[in-house]
């Protein structure tokens, strides 16, 4: 049995599903289950004790709990289920299509805390490696007001983990991450380090201004993120 009532799926992966849920013992605390098959369990469970490093870092998506369920008629199906916090106001993706672009007051206030964030990623020894809008989720409080969140950190490792790859010229290009949100160095080179998460964020900052992704302005990028 499951520790969590599923409500609804909020979205599918090509290992899982994410499920808008609610705690047996808690039912009005909503969460975002993320449900994976027991045989990819291992990529959730790194990723969870990865955010176990971030613990009441306020702009950082915080770990609820986990555990493994037997589900099915017969039991016979086994899932690892990790519970984090649940974004009513979902991604900044979202919130950019809503507005069309942001008020330049607000973009200033959704950049200091997006940098908040990476100041605590980076401070404990980690690369994020995939800052884009749509791992940036939105928080609202009683009054409606805004509280960005970082989360997905399945592509997260330790800064002396990585390592800078020469491509081959004929080989094709290994990607970590979104390549519209990624810089050239690291999509050329294998190049991936704490700079990257620096350049994401800029690109995210184009996006909140003008209201469209920065690789429509950007030749190099745009072609190497169809």
Same mark, same amino acid.
């Given at each position: 049995?499951?520790?969590?009532?599923?409500?609804?799926?909020?979205?599918?992966?090509?290992?899982?599903?994410?499920?808008?849920?609610?705690?047996?013992?808690?039912?009005?605390?909503?969460?975002?289950?993320?449900?994976?098959?027991?045989?990819?369990?291992?990529?959730?469970?790194?990723?969870?004790?990865?955010?176990?490093?971030?613990?009441?870092?306020?702009?950082?998506?915080?770990?609820?709990?986990?555990?493994?369920?037997?589900?099915?008629?017969?039991?016979?199906?086994?899932?690892?289920?990790?519970?984090?916090?649940?974004?009513?106001?979902?991604?900044?993706?979202? #919130?950019?299509?809503?507005?069309?672009?942001?008020? &330049? @007051?607000?973009?200033?206030?959704?950049? $200091?805390?997006?940098? /908040? !964030?990476?100041?605590?990623?980076?401070?404990?020894?980690?690369?994020?490696?995939?800052?884009?809008?749509?791992?940036?989720?939105?928080?609202?409080?009683?009054?409606?007001?805004?509280?960005?969140?970082?989360?997905?950190?399945? #592509?997260?490792?330790?800064?002396?983990?990585?390592? &800078? @790859?020469?491509?081959?010229?004929?080989? $094709?290009?290994?990607? /970590? !991450?979104?390549?519209?949100?990624?810089?050239?160095?690291?999509?050329?080179?294998?190049?991936?380090?704490?700079?990257?998460?620096?350049?994401?964020?800029?690109?995210?900052?184009?996006?909140?201004?003008?209201?469209?992704?920065?690789?429509?302005?950007?030749?190099?990028?745009?072609?190497?993120?169809?």
């Amino acid at each position: 049995m499951s520790n969590w009532n599923r409500v609804k799926v909020l979205g599918r992966g090509s290992h899982g599903t994410v499920f808008l849920a609610v705690p047996i013992s808690a039912p009005f605390d909503f969460v975002a289950l993320k449900v994976v098959s027991v045989e990819y369990a291992y990529s959730l469970m790194i990723e969870e004790t990865i955010l176990l490093n971030f613990n009441g870092c306020p702009e950082i998506i915080q770990r609820v709990g986990s555990g493994i369920c037997f589900e099915g008629d017969s039991l016979d199906t086994v899932t690892y289920n990790l519970a984090l916090e649940y974004a009513a106001g979902g991604s900044l993706t979202d #919130l950019i299509r809503r507005r069309e672009k942001l008020p &330049e @007051v607000e973009v200033k206030e959704y950049l $200091k805390m997006i940098l /908040r !964030g990476l100041c605590c990623i980076h401070e404990r020894g980690y690369v994020h490696g995939d800052i884009k809008p749509d791992n940036i989720l939105v928080f609202l409080d009683d009054i409606g007001k805004v509280k960005l969140k970082i989360a997905d950190f399945g #592509l997260s490792k330790k800064c002396d983990e990585f390592e &800078e @790859v020469m491509i081959s010229t004929n080989a $094709k290009p290994r990607f /970590r !991450g979104t390549p519209k949100y990624m810089s050239p160095e690291s999509i050329l080179f294998g190049k991936i380090n704490t700079s990257l998460d620096i350049w994401s964020l800029g690109c995210i900052l184009i996006e909140m201004i003008s209201g469209k992704p920065s690789c429509e302005s950007n030749g190099f990028t745009s072609r190497h993120s169809r």
